[in-house]
């Protein structure tokens, strides 16, 4: 089955609420702009519940089928923006300063919408469709949140679902994988306390530079030398702050970074040996180095019945040809790794074609994949909640 017909026929004003959204972006939890707009289309829409403000700002709706009683699936978007100055010049740029949708959850909103305005119309399904609009995905676990706030137990949902775009894959395409398809992300934060000195008489300092410019080398033994070729982890100093005069050892240097894996025990042991090396190289040139760890993201883990069942409902919108389930897992994170926590279900990504990269100022959402993947949301719950 393809692009579903109705969802087709407004295809232009799904368009028009992308461009809405585009134009306003709002960070995190501060998306209460957003929130309204997504509730009251979905007040238009005659959905038979709407909840606001679960989650802290987030908005769930609940679309009720006709085809008898039945089970729950939940379908999740993200809402909120990030802090860069945009760069596409479109006419619907963004009207905020030091914010844009660079990572097309705008455009994950205006499908989800457009599935709900079909679901509601058409209610060709047995049970309950609830539509999640999360805040927060960009760093501050808007996803943690709304399942602490019993999304889950409150709406009854058994089973939940997610999508986000990907530059590069073409529109109309999807891609899936079992298993973990998105990996953690957990940061770490250094501080070197030594012995400030003249930059002349480094024999009487304990030189936080050279002690910050080891353990940057020392972690990348992580990678290279503790963990199995064939394991995937990332382990990337980012910052790395000391000093301010050409003639003066500082007395402190901080380094920060980020850790990205695939599995746990592999998360575990990047954690172990980052503590390790700091109090080694700590003792060694007599420093001391706090060591501040932060577990971010977990893996985001898709559940094999679930992913066989996404793959095989985005075969009938696009083709069996244009489904790839054995995509790559990429290594940022994504907070849908709590909602698949807390329920089995799978998370796809849709073509976005040859767009700029996400979170560049450049990106933009690709309009043609509207109408795609309001099409899979359709499907996705009348197949699953098919009566009988």
Request: aromatic share 6%; hydrophobic share 45%.
């Amino acid at each position: 089955m393809p692009i579903i017909n109705r969802v087709a026929e407004f295809h232009e004003e799904a368009v028009g609420w992308r461009h809405e959204l585009h134009r306003h972006p709002e960070i995190l939890f501060d998306v209460h702009r957003t929130a309204a707009f997504v509730a009251a289309r979905l007040g238009e829409f005659g959905v038979d519940e709407i909840v606001t403000g679960l989650g802290r700002t987030g908005v769930v709706g609940v679309i009720r089928g006709n085809r008898g009683p039945g089970g729950t699936i939940g379908l999740r978007s993200d809402m909120d923006a990030l802090p860069i100055e945009e760069a596409t010049g479109a006419a619907y740029a963004s009207t905020i300063p030091g914010a844009m949708h660079a990572c097309g959850h705008d455009g994950h909103a205006a499908m989800l919408l457009a599935a709900a305005r079909h679901l509601a119309e058409t209610r060709n399904f047995a049970g309950t469709a609830v539509v999640i609009f999360q805040p927060a995905e960009e760093g501050g676990g808007g996803g943690r949140e709304m399942v602490e706030d019993g999304l889950m137990e409150r709406f009854g949902i058994d089973q939940v679902y997610g999508m986000h775009n990907l530059p590069g894959l073409d529109v109309g395409r999807f891609a899936i994988r079992n298993g973990p398809i998105m990996a953690s992300t957990d940061e770490f934060n250094l501080t070197i306390r030594g012995r400030g000195g003249h930059a002349a008489r480094p024999q009487e300092t304990v030189d936080t530079v050279m002690i910050g410019a080891q353990l940057v080398g020392a972690m990348q033994t992580i990678v290279s030398r503790t963990v199995d070729p064939l394991d995937s982890l990332v382990v990337s100093v980012t910052k790395f702050h000391a000093g301010d005069a050409h003639n003066v050892i500082p007395e402190t240097a901080r380094l920060g970074g980020t850790v990205r894996t695939l599995k746990a025990e592999t998360r575990d042991l990047a954690e172990r040996r980052i503590r390790e090396i700091a109090a080694g190289v700590a003792a060694a040139h007599g420093a001391i180095i706090d060591v501040e760890y932060n577990r971010n993201y977990p893996v985001t883990r898709n559940h094999a019945a679930e992913t066989g069942f996404a793959a095989e409902v985005a075969a009938e919108v696009v083709g069996a040809d244009r489904v790839s389930t054995e995509a790559a897992p990429m290594m940022a994170g994504e907070d849908f790794a709590y909602m698949l926590e807390a329920r089995p279900g799978a998370f796809i990504f849709i073509g976005n074609g040859p767009s700029a990269g996400l979170h560049n100022p450049h990106y933009d959402f690709n309009d043609a994949a509207l109408p795609v993947g309001a099409s899979y949301w359709v499907r996705l719950v009348e197949r699953a909640l098919a009566p009988g």
